[in-house]
């Protein structure tokens, strides 16, 4: 896995930031991973996106990329716990980039991921993860199900299902995969940027392969990802039975700007952290009958 030299020689140092303790450099061990990728209107996702400088990955003319990416950590320096990424692939610039291009060029045109939602199931991974890095993390219900011959994860709250994301598990993780991702995140009206080093063995299916269920419930924090236009067919599927993963604690700010003042900080600012404690106990699972019913917006082929 490349690591940057600077991370590597913070190895057995310590750190503690807003009275988190880290010991450096801030990782994660033996996580399984389900990925899924569907394509979406460009236009669309591009009215998802904060400021003026990110702009939707395309992959043609017309159509960008929505990424769900489930991981279950079991080993972190803040202990166990779930996370549930809803992401659209962008481009960061003062224009839009060309299709397919940015994925030759990913550093010269800032390839990575715009976080629209990133609900997780334990209080003190919602105080560093967004308190730290600016990731839109927020509590609750989770599961991360491996069965015969699927992977599925389900994210409920105050009740409602947001959203049900499964997928069919290939065959065999054969590939050996070292790669650096970007996430950027909207937080006390600033974007954000960070990076995460990972590596593990990777089983993936991508076209007419591939094959996934997606489902979105009618919970407030989900409603603008169904006017994406998301394919029936999932543009890839893939899973890490374990990963290692590196995040680093350098990242990067920019001021979020608009055409007019806002009249209020966007999204939200640093009230919504500062009362937060360090509970490391993971909310409950959603119940086994699950939630009300959802949208279907992808299903098995």
Request: charged residues 25%; glycine residues 10%; proline residues 9%.
């Given at each position: 896995m490349f690591i940057p030299k600077r991370i590597k020689k913070q190895a057995g140092r310590y750190s503690r930031v807003d009275d988190i303790p880290y010991a450096l450099p801030v990782d994660s061990k033996g996580a399984p991973v389900m990925m899924a990728a569907f394509t979406v209107?460009?236009?669309?996702?591009?009215?998802?996106?904060?400021?003026?400088?990110l702009h939707p990955l395309r992959v043609t003319r017309d159509r960008s990329v929505l990424l769900i990416t489930v991981i279950d950590y079991h080993v972190t320096d803040i202990g166990a716990y779930i996370e549930f990424s809803i992401a659209l692939a962008c481009t960061h610039g003062l224009r839009p980039a060309p299709p397919l291009l940015p994925l030759l060029f990913s550093k010269r045109y800032g390839v990575g991921q715009y976080v629209v939602d990133l609900p997780v199931n334990t209080e003190v991974s919602v105080k560093g993860g967004k308190g730290i890095w600016g990731m839109p993390k927020h509590l609750a219900r989770l599961d991360f199900r491996v069965e015969d011959g699927t992977v599925s994860s389900r994210y409920v709250e105050g009740g409602q299902l947001a959203v049900h994301v499964g997928i069919e598990r290939p065959k065999r993780a054969w590939l050996p995969l070292r790669a650096a991702a970007v996430n950027y995140c909207a937080f006390r009206g600033?974007?954000?940027?960070?990076?995460?080093?990972?590596?593990?063995?990777?089983?993936?299916?991508?076209?007419?392969?591939?094959?996934?269920?997606?489902?979105?419930?009618?919970?407030?924090?989900?409603?603008?990802?169904?006017?994406?236009?998301?394919?029936?067919?999932?543009?890839?599927?893939?899973?890490?039975?374990?990963?290692?993963?590196?995040?680093?604690?350098?990242?990067?700010?920019?001021?979020?700007?608009?055409?007019?003042?806002?009249?209020?900080?966007?999204?939200?600012?640093?009230e919504s952290v500062v009362d937060l404690g360090q509970g490391q106990t993971p909310m409950p699972p959603p119940d086994a009958a699950g939630a009300p019913s959802a949208t279907v917006q992808g299903v098995w082929p």
């Open positions: 209107d460009a236009r669309r996702a591009a009215s998802l996106l904060p400021g003026n400088e600033l974007l954000m940027k960070s990076s995460i080093y990972f590596r593990g063995k990777f089983g993936f299916r991508l076209g007419r392969w591939a094959k996934a269920d997606l489902k979105l419930g009618d919970h407030p924090r989900v409603r603008p990802l169904k006017e994406l236009g998301i394919s029936d067919r999932p543009l890839f599927t893939g899973f890490f039975p374990s990963s290692s993963g590196v995040l680093d604690d350098h990242f990067e700010a920019w001021f979020l700007t608009q055409p007019s003042l806002p009249e209020s900080t966007y999204p939200e600012g640093l």
